[in-house]
């Protein structure tokens, strides 16, 4: 009961300021909540769902995925390789500080306009923090933890399993969390280019036809997705990093 | 044989340069037991790092039969000075003391067998599926040490192990290690700062002066091979042996001022 | 020490050169059509152009300067939002969920209402901005916050510290390098938005230029501004590592003894 | 006048903003500016220039520009729901002959598509779905006998049309200039003039204000109405200066700009063909189901 | 006066459950200096969390001069067993010592005056400007000591503080906390595994049984309250008295297993 009021209380109480507060707009651009509502309920229907919100689900999770694989392995080999650090780190800032709408049509040109363009968009824009996380997370090891594990022997990929992964997992669960709505974005993004259906698609065709209520109610949609992804992102990250949260809490008062 | 050949180490970071070692030279040979004592801070820990490869000396040799130690040799287990911190949080005891085993191969059966063995032997057995953090300091330092135990490494460097255990304990500890040794023909190198126990424990102590440290005196420990906790500490010769180190280390504490 | 940064300078360069190499092959060894991504040595050119004119530099101070107050405004409320939520939890359990629904609100999708708000102006490009990488900041804040040692906090405690001491010496230099991913992150997203927000709005900037660019067919052109782009955003990063190597000189990332 | 940057200065110069795409269709407003026909007429006017009418329209409607750019069909959508602006003149028009269009249909050289009638079926790119460009294209399909039901549409900025054309990602790409003009350059082969199949001398595009402003200042809408129907004269008569003044504005190159077809730009819209694009549109299904009021639109 | 009564702290996490204290009731007056000892992992430190307040107990109540206790009160200075961990590694070691005194609003010159004596007192001057992490074991600890005598607290609960120096430095530690003590008349619980140690230093020992912990026995050492390193350990009654306190540790942990 608690929890759930921690969970409601205050986007209830944003949402109950929101539809007051524009209860009497007259501004095209920013209708009441209720025509908002509304359309929401019109608008994303079962076979709306499937249609259009079903294969962006598909290519943000093939693109997460892809992304948490890729920056975390590149991530490990970068952190614990001073030189490999140095060579690639400008390169890769560099491609970090390009925006992806202008990056898109140079991916087009490799991989094409169908759905591997889009993922590549997204594991492109979503990798940075998982990469950026892991680097960090790799190099802030405790230096006793390494000692103990070089000095038995503990070498290669059973150390980056056992000793690395977990130590730097807390802050790699930093970097997956922020590359989760990162994906969600680059998602809308990706379909802003060749593409004919997908959640961001229909945004976009909604704004560009102003059908004003829809596209809120779109925009709506994609917070309520990131949402649900961040409450199942949780779920996971409180049972692969148990032992962290523990060890956090254990002097707290119990 | 283990030979260190004048080594020396040199710590610079932020502009603070530390000569934690001067110039260290002695052997231990296969099989020995020797305690290492010294004041606080002058360069124990150091040296076991050079002797595990795990740090890079400024100076001079070590060398593990014949071989030149850039890395930790194979065989060798360490306790180390920050126990808390040298076990894996996200591990369980358990898996904590297994982990080295797994990485030598030993079966799962084997394995088991040894892991439970060491941490009855530590007086740990029923921890098993907790977390490190779970337990008291003293009882984190025990893991450690039955991570130790548990590898039969062929050589074993500890760092303090017993100091956040209690007396009896310790003594307990301490007739463990002895009967590793023995059992198992194993090379021990021992830090400690009870005088009474390196004596007791040790074939040899090396008496490390404070910084710049150098060997300030060694003694063989010329007490019979079957030692317990009564009658050994009991013995004439037990006490004349500690009342020497203990004025050594008074001496190069003395000096160092 | 300073053998080894220019060693380390020298080893980025050469992944830079690197990346050029490629890029000047790609098309001239015929794997893409050197109309659509042409040799670098062209882009050189076309880079060479541009910086003789008034209005690309004019632009690139337009662009920085969206992209640093922005920057500014979101890594200040990032962090004092973030110490404040994450050390107070019954703020952390209130706020989660909202904060978990506003973050994958793309920018993209305020566009309307940053023209509604302010047209073209430096506002449209600060609200997309700041919003964009407010997150960035405020997510490394609160994990930095929450990875403070329970010993070093009850040692605090124990010495009856102020609860603004705590922050002050406990949680902020635990969570400093979290901060600092965090802006570093931020720092890029910050003038990935700026830019952005200047090609789709038409704000003045690279963002603009590269739009024009593009819309005309001028390819060379469109990547050497993409290119600097990317350069500026290296320097950004640059100027973060010096900085972060300054601030955390204690920590195991930057001390780390050269093992053997 | 306006609230957002608009305002009147002491000597009665009225600050205009023009919310505009930075493409050859807009020429005749940067020419006008430069002959001084605004600033004859006290406006002192400022370009704007957005991506599209994501940017465009909602600054129009907020009063952040006093005018902006628009197809037709944009308009016409954005009429159907009520968006509060009104068209005030012309902006482009197609040339209206065959093949010689500044819009068109193209494929590459050794395509097996040969007329409008084998479109159908085929994947084309367009700049935005559901919008000028498909319906135009379903209609030249349509007259030449082809399935326009058939067509798989996809969306792709102009720019990048042509790699993808290239690359064989696309089967056909709807382009306008200069991309047109390049595409061609590159051997790409014209199958269609979409505009000129719509309607003869379509009216493409055309500057439009917010019904607000409309009704607080109407004569700065006059004002600015008179000077913009100056500069598509002027511009219709002096290509030359057109080609000109596209090199102040766009990175196109001198080459290119000779080559390119320019579009025409009468001062008047051609409501015969605007009430086609509304038929048009309305076949493809894009109005929702409702019909354009063109009254409503139209000046 | 500081007041345990029916103190109990059951530890839940994870799904195990250990009752590290079951029922513990003392008193220590004000000016007092109380030693712990008890075997490892028996709840020494969980008591004194509980005391300092940082840790909530699952049952009884503490009172400090007729207040419940709920936060670490005022004048407390604690030092962790986890020295290490308890230091702050972006601090150099002088920031270390004097937070605490700016945290008490100690003016400036007082201050670095207070510290300056500290590190002296605990031999580690000329170390201020080294971070922690640059220091050995037993510097370490000796740091987090000095911490806690500048703040010159009401109040000291120390946990294990000389685990990790050597036996010289030890004595010297000793007689600062007696020193301390007498000086500024603070109540000290101190807990220690060395035998020797408690009964040299403390005016009381508490001997307390293995897990689920009570007061096992309770003695006040009656030596004269001038100790010093040789007469003292020499005398016959403090003989006598670590031998009982031997004892009852020895019975304390017979009877657990
Ligand atoms: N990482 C480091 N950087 C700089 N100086 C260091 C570092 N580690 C140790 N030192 C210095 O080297 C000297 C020896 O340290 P070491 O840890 O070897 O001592 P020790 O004999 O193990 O002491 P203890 O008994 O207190 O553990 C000390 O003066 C210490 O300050
Ligand atoms: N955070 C925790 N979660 C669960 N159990 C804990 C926790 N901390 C301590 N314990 C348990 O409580 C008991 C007492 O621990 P405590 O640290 O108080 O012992 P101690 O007397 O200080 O031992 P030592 O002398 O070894 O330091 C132990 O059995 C330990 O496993
Ligand atoms: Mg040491
Ligand atoms: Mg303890």
Not at chain 2, 112 to 122: I, Q, S, T, W, Y
Not at chain 3, 144 to 157: F, K, L, N, S
Not at chain 4, 119 to 131: D, H, Q, R
Not at chain 4, 142 to 165: C, H, Q, T, W, Y
């Amino acid at each position: 009961m608690r929890r759930f009021l921690y969970v409601a209380g205050l986007p209830v109480l944003l949402l109950l300021g929101w539809f007051v507060l524009s209860s009497g707009s007259e501004n095209f651009y920013a209708p009441p909540l209720r025509d908002i509502l509304r359309a929401f309920v019109d608008t994303w229907t079962p076979e709306r769902l499937r249609a259009d919100v079903l294969p962006s689900l598909v290519r943000l999770f093939a693109g997460y995925v892809l992304a948490a694989l890729l920056g975390v392995a590149l991530g490990v080999a970068i952190g614990l390789n001073r030189r490999l650090r140095a060579t690639v780190e400008p390169v890769l800032e560099f491609f970090r500080a390009i925006p992806p709408p202008v990056l898109v049509p140079v991916i087009m040109l490799f991989a094409g306009i169908g759905d591997g363009m889009k993922v590549i968009v997204i594991v492109f824009g979503c990798v940075w923090p998982i990469l950026l996380n892991t680097v960090e997370g790799v190099r802030a090891v405790d230096g006793v933890q390494l000692d103990t594990a070089k000095a038995y022997g503990v070498r290669g990929a059973a150390r980056i399993r056992t000793v690395i992964l977990p130590s730097a997992s807390p802050q790699i669960a930093a970097g997956l969390r922020q590359a989760l709505s990162i994906a969600i974005i680059l998602m809308v993004i990706s379909e802003m280019f060749a593409a004919s259906n997908g959640l961001g698609f229909t945004i976009v065709q909604f704004q560009r036809s102003f059908a004003i209520p829809e596209m809120w109610s779109g925009i709506i949609l994609l917070g309520l997705l990131g949402f649900a992804l961040s409450l199942l992102f949780r779920l996971a990250e409180g049972r692969a990093l148990r032992w962290y949260h523990g060890l956090r809490d254990a002097q707290r008062r119990s | 044989m283990l030979e260190v050949q004048g080594l020396r180490k040199v710590y610079s970071s932020g502009g603070r340069e530390v000569e934690a070692l001067r110039d260290l030279t002695f052997t231990v040979e296969n099989g020995d037991l020797v305690c290492l004592v010294g004041p606080s801070g002058c360069g124990k820990t150091t040296l076991l790092r050079c002797i595990a490869g795990l740090l890079q000396q400024t100076g001079g040799t070590v060398t593990l039969d014949g071989h030149q130690v850039s890395g930790p040799p194979p065989g060798l287990a360490m306790v180390f000075q920050e126990y808390g911190r040298s076990l894996f949080p996200w591990m369980s005891v358990r898996d904590n003391v297994s982990l080295p085993l797994k990485q030598k191969r030993v079966p799962r059966q084997r394995r088991d067998e040894l892991v439970d063995k060491a941490l009855a032997a530590v007086g740990l057995a029923g921890t098993e599926s907790a977390y490190p953090w779970q337990l008291s300091g003293g009882m984190q330092q025990r893991v450690a040490i039955a991570r130790a135990v548990a590898y039969e490494p062929s050589t074993l460097l500890m760092d303090e192990p017993f100091a956040a255990v209690d007396a009896q304990t310790r003594a307990d500890l301490e007739d463990l290690v002895r009967s590793l040794w023995q059992r198992l023909n194993v090379t021990v190198l021992f830090i400690t700062h009870d005088i009474d126990e390196a004596v007791y424990l040790g074939r040899r102590v090396i008496m490390l002066s404070s910084s710049p440290t150098v060997v300030q005196d060694e003694i063989t420990v010329d007490l019979p091979a079957e030692r317990d906790q009564l009658h050994t500490r009991a013995d004439p010769r037990f006490t004349e042996l500690r009342t020497h180190v203990y004025e050594q280390i008074q001496k190069a504490k003395r000096l160092s001022r | 020490m300073s053998s080894r940064s220019r060693g380390t300078a020298l080893l980025g360069l050469a992944g830079l050169g690197g990346l050029l190499l490629v890029i000047e092959l790609l098309p001239r060894l015929g794997l893409v059509d050197d109309a659509y991504l042409p040799p670098t040595s062209e882009i050189a050119a076309a880079l060479a152009d541009e910086l003789g004119t008034a209005a690309f530099w004019q632009a690139v101070g337009d662009t920085l300067t969206g992209w640093a107050i922005g920057l500014l405004i979101a890594v200040a409320a990032g962090v004092v939002v973030g110490i404040v939520v994450g050390a107070v939890p019954v703020l952390r359990a209130a706020t989660a969920s909202t904060i978990e629904f506003l973050r994958p609100i793309p920018s993209v999708a305020l566009i309307p209402l940053a023209v509604l708000l302010y047209g073209t102006d430096l506002g449209s490009v600060l609200l997309l901005v700041v919003y964009a990488s407010f997150w960035q900041v405020l997510v490394q804040v609160l994990y930095g916050v929450a990875d403070v040692d329970p010993i070093a906090d009850e040692t605090a405690r124990s010495f009856r510290f102020s609860g603004w001491a705590r922050v002050r010496h406990v949680l902020w230099p635990t969570a400093l390098p979290y901060v600092f991913t965090g802006i570093r992150l931020a720092a890029s997203v910050a003038l990935v938005l700026a830019v952005t927000a200047e090609l789709v709005i038409g704000a003045p900037g690279l963002g603009k230029l590269i739009a024009v660019a593009q819309t005309s067919g001028a390819v060379p052109d469109m990547y050497a501004l993409i290119a600097v782009t990317g350069l500026l955003g290296v320097a950004i990063n640059l100027a973060a590592r010096v900085f972060e190597r300054r601030s955390l000189s204690w920590h195991q990332s930057v001390r780390g003894e050269v093992p053997a | 006048s306006g609230d957002g940057g608009g305002g009147t200065d002491s000597n009665g110069v009225d600050q205009v903003k023009v919310g505009v795409i930075p493409i050859v269709d807009v020429a005749p407003i940067y020419l006008g500016q430069q002959k001084g026909f605004f600033s004859n007429r006290k406006i002192n006017l400022t370009m704007e220039s957005g991506q599209g009418g994501a940017a465009i329209v909602p600054g129009v409607v907020s009063g952040q520009f006093q005018f902006g750019f628009s197809n037709f069909t944009s308009l016409l959508i954005a009429q159907t729901k009520d968006v509060p602006i009104k068209a005030v003149s012309a902006g482009v028009s197609s040339v209206g002959e065959q093949g010689k269009d500044f819009g068109g249909v193209v494929v590459n050289a050794n395509s097996p598509i040969k007329t409008a009638a084998d479109l159908a079926g085929k994947k084309i790119s367009v700049n935005t779905l559901k919008n000028i460009g498909d319906t135009t294209v379903r209609e030249s399909v349509r007259k030449a006998g082809g399935d326009p039901s058939k067509i798989n549409f996809v969306e792709m900025p102009f720019p990048n049309a042509p790699a993808a054309l290239a690359g064989g990602q696309v089967d056909a790409s709807w382009l306008v200039e200069p991309q047109l003009s390049e595409a061609k350059a590159a051997g790409a082969r014209l199958v269609a003039s979409n505009f000129v199949d719509a309607a003869p001398n379509l009216s493409v595009a055309a500057y439009f204000t917010s019904t607000k402003l409309q009704g607080e200042d109407a004569d700065l809408v006059k004002r600015f109405t008179e000077a913009i129907n100056e500069s598509l004269a002027y511009a219709d008569a002096h290509p030359d200066e057109v080609r000109a003044v596209l090199g102040t504005y766009t990175k196109i190159d001198e080459k290119t700009r000779a080559a390119m077809i320019l579009p025409k730009w009468p001062a008047e819209i051609n409501e015969a063909s605007v009430q086609t694009l509304a038929d048009l549109g309305a076949k493809d299904g894009i109005f929702d189901g409702k019909t354009p009021d063109l009254a409503k639109l139209l000046p």
